[in-house]
């Protein structure tokens, strides 16, 4: 019996290694999506206790990663749609950010900019797959929505970004 | 990483732009152990459903003896004669 087993026939005892399994994994994910370690800490709690909650409707034979990490998704949509908009985009190293030319400064800013402006689903998915460089295939699946979905939001969100990007100035 | 073929280099170009602007967070990792505040959070759980261990135990309780309970009180309500009988027998 595995630890998905064990903890769907109701051995709680098993949640927290079911938990030192896929932690990391989705705070990897998570923290991709919303560039927010402290957010994604929160977040990732969360989507634990939704499965500690769900224990009695389990699958046994079931993906526990799939399912963690769609619910991951999620959540970390709904908080991208709660934070504020004009927030930055976090977890850029300080150094880099002294180093910079102040052009590279001004390009930094405006693309953060045409990012914040992104609906959180296009946002995800460009964090996802442009900047993460995540397969089309694990995003399609985390958010529930087939390939062909991903593909059009990719092209939707490029679409936007580069006339947010003129907008401002910035030719990519 | 990426399954699909982007002939598109326009797409490519913003991609890069977008990643030295926005680097990518790669294998980020926790910064401290996450289990204390999920425990945390499903203790408390338990312990809002536990809540009250008086209301379990009163749950537990078959309704047959609850019946007999109240015939005892009743009867000891309304003839008081019988409650040295009763005391006798308990």
Redesign the interface.
């Known amino acids: 019996m595995n630890v998905l087993e064990r903890f769907a026939a109701g051995h709680l005892e098993a ?2 290694p079911l ?2 399994q896929h ?2 994994e989705v ?2 994910w998570v ?2 999506i919303v ?1 927010d ?1 402290a957010a ?2 929160d977040l ?2 969360e989507a ?2 939704r499965l ?1 909650q769900k224990r009695g409707q389990l699958d046994p034979q079931g993906n526990c990663a799939a399912w963690l990490r769609r619910v991951a998704t999620n959540l970390a949509i709904d908080h991208l749609r709660r934070a504020h908009p004009a927030e930055p ?1 976090l ?3 300080a150094d ?1 950010q002294r180093s910079d030319c102040v052009t ?1 400064q001004e ?2 800013t405006a ?2 900019a045409a ?1 914040n402006e992104l609906s959180p689903k296009l946002r995800a998915v ?1 964090q996802l ?9 694990s995003v399609a699946e985390a958010l529930g929505i087939s390939l062909s979905a991903v ?1 059009l939001r990719v092209f939707r969100a ?1 679409r936007i ?2 006339k947010k ?1 003129e907008e401002r100035g ?1 030719r ?1 | 990483m990426t399954d699909q073929n982007e002939p598109d280099q326009e797409l490519k170009r913003l991609r890069e732009t977008l990643r030295t602007a926005i680097p990518p967070m790669g294998d980020a990792e926790p910064r401290h152990d996450l289990w204390p505040r999920l425990l945390q959070r499903v203790e408390g759980r338990v312990e809002s459903s536990a809540f009250s261990p008086g209301r379990q135990w009163f749950a537990g309780v078959p309704w047959f003896d609850w019946a007999l309970l109240s015939v005892a009180a009743a009867a000891m309500l309304l003839f008081p004669a019988l409650i040295p009988a009763l005391l006798f027998h308990l």
């Open positions: 949640f927290e938990f030192r932690q990391a705070y990897r923290v991709r560039r370690p994604a800490e990732t709690v634990f206790w500690y985009l977890a850029e190293p880099q590279q390009t930094r693309i953060g990012m460009v797959i442009l900047i993460e460089e995540e397969s089309y295939a593909k490029t970004l580069r990007l910035v990519p």
